[in-house]
C-alpha cells in the first residue's frame, strides 16, 4: 500500500537549512494499523504530511497504492488526496458554522455527488460512529471526543484507502483518548489500513506495529501485541 524509501527531507530557514527526515525507508501492507512515535520535533508530522500528499520529500521515493508520488502538480495531488487518503488531525478541523451532518457530507461535494446522496451517505458514516442522534449540532454543542468522532467519519466518507491521523487523541483526556482509539481499532478490524502519529506509548501500544522515530531516523520498527482499547 505504502512504500517509503531513502526518504530525506530538510527545511530552509534563512541561510541555514533544518535536516529533519534523514533517510527513511518502510512498507505499510493493505489492512496495517501503524502507529509513528517519537518525541516532539522528531518529524513525525513532517513524514506524515509527505505521506499525505501535503508537502513533498527533498529525496527518496514514495509509492502509494502502486503509484510513484513525484511532481505532482497541486491539482493532481489533490485528486489523488481526495481519493486515496482520509485525514484526522489533533484539532477535528471541523468548520464551525456546519452541523455534524454537514461535516461529513462536505468532501462529497468536492466529489460532485448529489445533496440528497450526500446526505444519505454522511448519516450512515455518522451512524457508523455512533453519533446519528447528533446530525443537526455545531462543533461547538460536541464535546471533544464527539468532535473527532465527526472527524473521524469525514474522513472515511470518501472511503480513502488510508486513514492518516496526527496526535488525534492529543487534544482529548484519557478516557475519551481510550474510546476514540476503540473506534480506530474497530475501523482497521473492518480492514482500513491506518498510520496513527503519536508521541503517546499507550496509544502507539493500541497500533499493531510501531515506528519509532528519533531526530529523522527510525530507532526501531517493529510489530507488537495490541492493547484493546475498552
Ligand atoms: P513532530 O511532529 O515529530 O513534533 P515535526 O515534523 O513537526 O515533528 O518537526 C520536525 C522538526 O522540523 C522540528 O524541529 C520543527 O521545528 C521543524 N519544522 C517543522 N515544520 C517546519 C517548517 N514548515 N519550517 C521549518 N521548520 C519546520
Ligand atoms: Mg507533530
Given at each position: 500500500m505504502i512504500k517509503i524509501t531513502d526518504l530525506h527531507k530538510s527545511y530552509k530557514i534563512g541561510k541555514n537549512s533544518l535536516h529533519v527526515l534523514k533517510g527513511i525507508n518502510f512498507n505499510v501492507e493493505e489492512g496495517e494499523l501503524v502507529a509513528i512515535m517519537g518525541s516532539s520535533g522528531s518529524g513525525k508530522s513532517t513524514l506524515l504530511n509527505i505521506i499525505g500528499m501535503l508537502d513533498t520529500a527533498d529525496s527518496g521515493t514514495y509509492n502509494l497504492d502502486g503509484l510513484e508520488i513525484k511532481n505532482m502538480n497541486e491539482t493532481k495531488a489533490a485528486q489523488y488526496r481526495n481519493r486515496f487518503l482520509g485525514f484526522i488531525f489533533q484539532s477535528f478541523n471541523?468548520?464551525?458554522?456546519?452541523?455534524a451532518l454537514e461535516n461529513i457530507a462536505l468532501p462529497l461535494f468536492y466529489k460532485g455527488i448529489n445533496r440528497t446522496e450526500r446526505q444519505k451517505i454522511a448519516m450512515k458514516y455518522l451512524s457508523k460512529v455512533g453519533?446519528?442522534?447528533?446530525?443537526?449540532?455545531?462543533p461547538s454543542e460536541l464535546s471533544g471526543g464527539q468532535k473527532q468522532r465527526v472527524a473521524i467519519a469525514r474522513a472515511m466518507v470518501t472511503q480513502p484507502k488510508v486513514l492518516l491521523a496526527d496526535?488525534?487523541?492529543?487534544?482529548?483526556d484519557s478516557t475519551t483518548s481510550i474510546e476514540v482509539m476503540s473506534l480506530i481499532q474497530e475501523i482497521n478490524n473492518n480492514g482500513k489500513t491506518i498510520l496513527v502519529v503519536t508521541h503517546e506509548e499507550d496509544i502507539a501500544m493500541m497500533c499493531k506495529r510501531i515506528i519509532r522515530l528519533k531526530d529523522g531516523v527510525i530507532l526501531e520498527d517493529k510489530k507488537v501485541k495490541q492493547i484493546i482499547a475498552k
Open positions: 471541523l468548520i464551525n458554522y456546519k452541523n453519533l446519528a442522534k447528533w446530525e443537526k449540532h455545531l496526535e488525534l487523541t492529543g487534544a482529548l
